[in-house]
């Protein structure tokens, strides 16, 4: 994903809202979000180059959602899919601390990077640039291609916006909305990432269009006090034109 905004036990009936586009060149292939066979038995899309995935929930209501970290002066040729890390921090079959640790020690092998994983009522953020880890407690958060809650402006614009559209649910217009935002931000509000201007005035809006690169998905995913799951993931095609949707409903295990 290359923004993920999350409403964590803000909304009285909502404990968990989750908004997110994940942007990628369009000739990397990818899967829609689909059930992961056992043992994973993972709702999640798949990266078809690499074998991993960029947001995935379990049937316990457990997620987790990655962004890379922007910055071509720390790209390393060699390092494993970050894809891969979604996966693991949702693997069931070893206790919640032992997977952090993990994360924790093998973080900088990777490309940088920064994970949102909630579990058992616990929402937490891994930083690979900075190796921090963060407890977060009941909040509206934002996280794009560097680290959570940079004041960017499609940051911050989205925050707002998604406080507004918590309002409305469980109606998902104005969610879906907030994620199509293609408006780029002034240029002397465009943070310095290392790559040309044209290219941060491009990414600087929530929904990206660019003619090798762009936002690929839309993923909306609800958990209420009931335990009820809903995923709905809208894919968009090079023109930013509906390409697909995959909806599922399910009640926690």
Aim: charge should be neutral; include cysteine; aromatic fraction near 8%.
């Amino acid at each position: 994903m290359c923004l993920i905004l999350v409403a964590w036990q803000v909304h009285p009936q909502y404990p968990l809202v989750l908004a997110a586009n994940r942007d990628e060149f369009y000739r990397r292939p990818a899967a829609p979000a689909h059930w992961w066979p056992e043992p994973q038995a993972l709702l999640a899309g798949r990266d078809l180059e690499a074998g991993g995935t960029w947001l995935a929930v379990t049937r316990q209501g457990a997620f987790a959602a990655l962004t890379n970290f922007r910055d071509p002066t720390r790209l390393l040729s060699a390092a494993p899919s970050r894809g891969q890390l979604v996966p693991q921090i949702l693997d069931r079959s070893s206790p919640p601390a032992a997977r952090l640790a993990s994360l924790q020690a093998e973080g900088a092998r990777y490309n940088g990077f920064n994970l949102l994983w909630a579990e058992d009522g616990q929402l937490t953020v891994y930083e690979s640039v900075p190796g921090r880890t963060q407890r977060l407690g009941p909040g509206i958060y934002g996280l794009s291609n560097h680290l959570l809650d940079t004041p960017w402006p499609k940051v911050l614009q989205a925050k707002s916006r998604l406080a507004a559209a918590l309002e409305a649910l469980p109606d998902e217009h104005s969610l879906l909305a907030l994620l199509r935002d293609d408006a780029p931000a002034p240029d002397e509000q465009l943070p310095r990432t290392g790559v040309s201007l044209a290219w941060e005035r491009l990414l600087s809006s929530a929904f990206i269009r660019a003619p090798e690169y762009g936002t690929r998905c839309s993923t909306l995913l609800t958990l209420n006090r009931d335990g009820q799951v809903r995923f709905r993931e809208q894919t968009w095609d090079a023109h930013g034109q509906p390409a697909g949707e995959v909806q599922h409903s399910f009640k926690t295990a």
